[in-house]
């Protein structure tokens, strides 16, 4: 019963992936859940599948979820602010150590396994999801009711080498950044 209660304790400590938003808006003007967005890189993914046989989808449906659960606790940075990575990543870990603690050991390894494996992308599983993390977060980008001076230029660089894998990539990658281009012209 205790492993029961554990599981019920973290799924509501989840419920900080709910409330803590990212620095995107939605075309509403709402800000973005960290929620939302991991919810719409699970889609997102899922509907590439058919394009990529040989990767494991359930792994990468796994690490669309876990990627962003160390902004639980502090939220999300704006990858344009001057944060080290080395600082960012350190407390994404301790964070996902403090949400995950309650889970079984063998349950918190697979969450951590799967939150390096994302981290380092080098797997064809994790350039996935590293790559489309980055698109997603600039299609909404594109599609939010930004303020006023959003920097759009920044978009075109943003994780554009997480795109280099795989030519299916690169097209959608391409044609958000024709997207983005149209933001800043207009």
């Known amino acids: ?3 029961i209660r554990n599981i ?8 900080r992936l709910k409330i803590n938003t990212r620095t995107a808006w939605t075309s509403t003007g709402r800000r973005e859940s960290i929620a939302e967005h991991s919810w719409r890189l699970s889609l997102f993914t899922i ?5 990529f046989p040989e990767i494991d989808f359930n792994k990468v449906l796994r690490m669309d979820l876990i990627h962003d659960l160390g902004e639980a606790y502090e939220g999300d940075f704006s990858a344009n602010l001057a944060v080290q990575p080395q600082e960012k990543r350190k407390r994404e870990e301790e964070a996902i150590e403090r949400l995950i603690a309650p889970l079984s ?6 969450f ?3 939150w390096q494996e994302y981290n380092q992308a ?3 599983e994790a350039k996935l999801v590293k790559a489309l993390d980055k698109i997603e977060t600039i299609i909404q980008h594109n599609q939010g009711e930004n303020p006023s001076d959003f920097d759009y230029e920044f978009n075109l660089e943003y994780g554009k080498k997480y795109s280099d894998f795989d030519p299916i990539i690169r097209a959608i990658r391409e044609l958000v950044d024709r997207e ?3 933001k800043i012209h207009r």
Request: proline letters at 0%; glycine letters at 4%.
């Open 180 to 182: 983005t281009l149209g």
């Open 47 to 51: 509907v590439l599948e058919e394009f």
């Open 112 to 114: 951590q396994a799967l």
């Open 8 to 15: 019920i304790t973290f799924i509501k400590e989840l419920e």
């Open 1 to 3: 019963m205790e492993d």
């Open 105 to 110: 050991v063998k349950m918190q390894q697979q």
């Open 122 to 124: 080098e797997t064809k």
